[in-house]
């Protein structure tokens, strides 16, 4: 019987995780969790960030934040960056969830008295993705030599179908 209720923990987890996705391209919530942030630090530096639910991926994140870049690049009026303190840190946390306690008769228990009283615990590692950067956008055509610049239109351009919009609610 603990198999049961192993299984019926996994597939509870299974369940609620088809419901849930990734974090979408949108601002971070009051919590600063959830999506992206941008402070202007001058008038042409910016400290941006991106930050994901257990559901996003590494190079999600770091898609987010090099279009989050270019989309501040170009509504401030410039038309490449360089970006500098570009960073990703992972975090994991575990969770544990007890399954629901179960009863079965067992040898003279058998007619209507409760059995052995049980559950299991299933660990998940739960593993979340920040990327933060400071951005320095500029006017004019981007330094072909210099690595570290990023044309922002062409950022946009390449990376916007990667780019996981919002839910739009339905009508």
């Excluded at 209720?5 to 990734?22: E, Q, R, W």
């Excluded at 055509?141 to 919009?165: C, E, F, H, M």
Aim: charged share 15%.
């Amino acid at each position: 019987m603990p198999h049961v209720a192993k299984l019926a923990a996994i597939l509870l987890l299974v369940a609620l995780a088809g419901c849930a996705t990734p974090t979408p391209y949108q601002p971070a919530g009051p919590d600063g969790r959830d999506g992206y942030t941008v402070q202007r630090i001058e008038t042409n530096r910016f400290r941006i960030s991106f930050s994901g639910n257990s559901l996003t991926t590494r190079q999600m994140v770091d898609t987010d934040l090099l279009y989050l870049a270019a989309e501040v690049t170009l509504q401030n009026g410039y038309d490449y960056f360089l970006a500098s303190d570009r960073s990703t840190d992972k975090s994991t946390s575990y969770q544990t969830t007890s399954t629901v306690p179960f009863a079965y008769a067992a040898g003279p228990y058998r007619h209507g008295y409760p059995g052995v009283i049980g559950g299991s615990d299933l660990t998940t590692p739960i593993t979340e993705y920040d990327a933060a950067a400071e951005i320095i956008a500029f006017k004019g055509t981007k330094p072909a030599a210099d690595p570290q610049a990023y044309d922002a239109r062409d950022v946009s351009t390449q990376l916007g179908p990667a780019i996981l919009r919002p839910a739009t609610p339905a009508s």
